[in-house]
């Protein structure tokens, strides 16, 4: 989902099929099992109340339904007139993917992925136990109040070296395959590379239900169970630019299982670009390093970024709320990664990288509470690039940085491509039509879809398009953008053609300027070694 962006990644303990513990004073036994269309969960209390209330209030449970007579579930509350000690509710998955939000549940196959912290009770503690029938699985065995839960055949489960994949007949072969072998690899290259036993055994779960409307989304938990899900019929056979992103997917969840999971992160809130931008480079060192993508596609991926680091910072001295939300913790934090990177190789003569960096980031948060920026930055190169990003002038940021990138042996040149005019036209008649921001676009499988809602006049109703001036905005983005630019030099109207026909004029007042895009050219290579 584009906003501004380019898409496309609590004390419970679960003890599978374990007995019962004691119940004691302020605790809940929770249990969990599947049923049809979703999972029914039963709640046991220590003493009887007429109201609990659940501690995540970011999970959405719309599709949440109490089933025990007398009870109600309003705005993340369970109320009754009378005291109660159990209820139970239904819960089917989520109707859709939300940005940086855990989807209570997701549908796996014939099975489920329930997000454990979603069940726990305010000023409780909870026992959450997953409940197989025959010839189910329960995956992870313990601590599920930390993420994520597996419930559904057991013949689904791979089991590898330390390691287990869940897939389902309906994923295509070559996508399993992508993401299967790309995720045991990563064991043994972050494993290698970054060292420390992993508390739980890393788990991934492949799944081709994801409700949208985003193409693809990944997210990993603290049970070491990361969740990859698909959108749409697309997946056979993918379109070829997705493929670094795909290609690298695994591999950037992956890194979390090291860079997240069983560590503090003291700034994840205020500086999510530091664990994200870890993960997203970390993941294009590895994935370049193991062969699953070259150096080219590694240079596209990190023109990509810095071009919309660019575009998020602008020419402002640096606010770090534009680094805290939406793609630009990506773009940035790769950036970031990349400079520290450069200079580490260029210091040491080849012999440290960014992983170095990282292991030794992580060894001393282990036993020092965590990590944040300011531990990061300690160990940059003395004057390191990174604070011309982050704490020189605005004005001057960007040419510096060109200038000290050069100097790391990078090339760049202005190219703008299809994607570059493609979203400078979108994002520009939606600022000429709306009011207020938070307006994007799609790409869905029938071509852009405008992400408007109510608030965009005559684009308002999340069109999905077929043509702007008589061009394709997803085929033939650069003469749409170039007729588009004409129109608005002479403050005419611009217009659209949706997919069901119908024509919408959209005022543009102001001019269309075109993208500066600064294209990677040619950079030491992200190549490193394996162990």
Known sequence: MNKRRWGAWSALALACAAPAPVLAQQAAIIEARTAPGGVIVTWRLAEPTTRVVFLADSVIRDLWTVTTPGLTLKDGAVEGVEPFRNFEIRIVPDAAEVERVYMGLSKAGAGHVLYGPALKLKGMDATLTARPVASEVAVPTTEAEKGYVYLGPEQA????????????????????????????????????????????????????????????????????????????????????????????????????????????????DTAPWLHEGGAEYGALVAAVSSGVIDEDQARASLTQRLNGCRKALGDADYDPRRLRSGASIYHCGVVVQWIADLEARRASGGARDILDLWKALLDAARVGGGYGVTDFRALLQPDSAVGVLLDGAGATRWASLDARLTALGVALEDRPEADDYRMAVLFHLNDENCAGGGTGFYRV??????DTGDKCGPLSGDPL???????DPLGDATAMFHAVQARCAESLPVRYRTQDGKVIEAACKAPLVTPEVQAVTAAPPLATRAA
């Open 445 to 450: 499988e029938e071509g852009i879809k405008l």
């Open 157 to 268: 489960l791979l089991r590898r070296d330390g390691a287990a994949v869940v897939t389902s007949p309906s994923t295509p072969p070559a996508l399993t395959a992508l993401l299967r072998d790309g995720f045991f690899a990563a064991q043994k290259f972050y494993g290698a590379r970054l060292g420390h036993d992993l508390p739980n055994e890393p788990t991934l779960i492949i799944s081709t239900d994801s409700p949208g409307p985003t193409g693809f989304r990944g997210d990993v938990t603290d049970t070491g169970l990361i969740s990859l899900r698909f959108h749409g019929d697309i997946w056979a056979s993918p379109p070829p630019d997705v493929a670094v992103p795909l290609g690298t997917f695994v591999w950037h969840e992956s890194l979390h299982l090291w860079n997240g999971h069983g560590v503090e992160l003291k700034d994840g």
């Open 465 to 471: 398009l077929a043509a702007i001036e008589g061009h």
